[in-house]
């Protein structure tokens, strides 16, 4: 997925008949010399060769990848429209098309026919609006997350003006059940992480919802990142989480991590419709057009590119919802993840920090002098070949992540702690292509 030439006479044929529409309506405006346009077209793709190759497999290091050409192409022929999606007129057609995104997506997650949500403009928005709903439900009350939960949360209960607790979590990453329990009656809201930004782990949402539901707190799946392996849930570890995810009070999704999309898609689904009432507003400026709740009565966010829900859509109708659908899609990105693991097991120069939940690795290369500070340095070497390396057949790129010390020592017993942080490489394998070039890879890296 990294031409986009290919797909010219489609975009072409769409823009023409599109065109033939607009013209209608009465004269063109004059039209801008075509070599003035390709002039600025040309400096900006000559600035836009200066990002990193994002689509190409030797690129695994943040969450980003370029969208499947049908996102594009339909995001790129609606926006010539650009019709707004914060009201039905503001948009009909891609509203319409939102609609139906929207309930495959509250069908993936099991939420059935009774549901309320919507697309965002990203995953810190969806969530902010759920946690806005959490606080009209229990106000007063605080939001609780662990301490891998997205850094956002934290900064949107400022943004309400609720308390944030953070939830500890022990060396392996296990919430302190303890904790909830002795603050369980301050407690509003549970946020679990399905698929953490760093290594991907996905909490233990049954273990959590068991305890809520008899306690009456709600709980806020974030599976921003992760959502979308509900498609795969049966070849994934941590099989009791996975299926009961539609129990979840309300739950986020990004369109634009793991969907395919251009960035501007996020989305967030409650379980319950009736929290519509939290939203309710009546703008001077939004007029009625239909007696539905139109999608800009059900968000926080006023403009929404309507460009946004017609690439979501049409990326659906070449892949839907399913695990022959985009689910192969992400199975590739599990099985990269999985070889990868493999083969840093058998390394002698690498090792494995843990078991990958969904597609994000975490190892480090082995040092030979068994100390963290050691283990730092080479990764910040290893991290700085990749980016440094100016052929395009050699380089590779990938992250560091930082985790306490305590989390490493407990379980590689035989290193010096000589830091308070250990520094680990991570690298995030999203793209269909990771699963044949994995190995390339590898190599490339020195593994
Ligand atoms: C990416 C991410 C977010 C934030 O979403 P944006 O779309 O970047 O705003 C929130 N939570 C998790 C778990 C994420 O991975």
Request: net charge negative; proline share 6%.
């Amino acid at each position: 997925m990294n031409q986009f030439t290919p797909y010219l006479p489609a975009i072409e044929k769409a823009l023409r008949k599109l065109d033939a529409w607009r013209s209608q309506f009465g004269a063109q405006n004059d039209i801008t010399e075509l070599t003035e346009i390709e002039s600025i077209l040309d400096k900006l793709e000559e600035r836009l060769e200066g990002n990193y190759p994002f689509h190409h497999p030797s690129y695994a290091g943040q969450m980003l990848k370029p969208p499947h050409p049908i996102a594009w192409l339909a995001y790129m022929l609606t926006a010539t429209i650009n019709p707004n999606n914060h009201a039905l007129d503001g948009g009909p057609p891609t509203s319409e098309m939102e609609k139906e995104a929207v309930k495959e997506l509250a069908n993936m997650v099991g939420y059935g026919d009774t549901y309320l949500g919507h697309l965002t403009s990203g995953g810190t928005i969806a969530n902010l609006e759920a946690l806005f709903v959490s606080r009209e439900i229990h106000p007063g009350k605080a939001i609780a997350a662990t301490s891998n939960a997205h850094y956002t949360h934290r900064r949107m209960c400022r943004v309400l003006n609720t308390d944030f607790l953070e939830i500890p979590v022990d060396n392996f990453g296990n919430p302190d059940f303890e904790f909830i329990k002795t603050h369980a009656d301050e407690i509003g809201t549970i946020v679990v992480t399905m698929g953490t930004t760093g290594l991907g782990t996905t909490e233990p949402l049954s273990k959590i919802l068991e305890y809520s539901k008899t306690h009456g707190i709600r709980v806020h799946a974030d599976a921003a990142y992760g959502g979308f392996f509900t498609l795969i849930k049966e070849s994934l570890p941590k099989t009791e989480d996975w299926p009961c995810l539609y129990q979840a009070d309300s739950i986020v999704i990004d369109p634009h991590k793991h969907g395919l999309q251009p960035y501007g898609c996020g989305s967030v689904l409650y379980k319950d419709p009736s929290v519509g009432k939290f939203y309710k507003h009546d703008s001077p400026y939004t007029y009625f057009t239909s007696d539905d709740l139109h999608l800009g009565e059900i968000s926080l966010e006023c403009s929404r590119a309507g460009a946004s829900a017609a690439a979501f859509w049409a990326t659906l109708q070449l892949l839907p919802l399913s695990s022959s659908g985009l689910g192969s899609i992400l199975f590739k990105a599990r099985s990269a993840a999985l070889i990868f693991t493999d083969l840093l097991k058998k390394s002698s120069t690498f090792d494995l920090y843990q078991e990958p939940d969904l597609d994000i690795v975490g190892y480090f290369k082995i040092p030979e002098q068994k100390s963290t500070s050691e283990i730092n340095k080479l990764s910040r070497e290893v991290f700085n070949h990749g980016m440094n390396t100016n052929n395009p057949s050699e380089g590779f790129h990938l992250s560091l992540y930082k985790i306490p010390v305590s989390q490493f020592t407990a379980r590689f017993h035989d290193y010096q702690a000589e830091t308070d942080h250990v520094v680990l490489l991570r690298s995030v394998f999203m793209k269909e292509e990771h699963e044949e070039f994995v190995k390339t890879l590898v190599e490339r890296i020195g593994i």
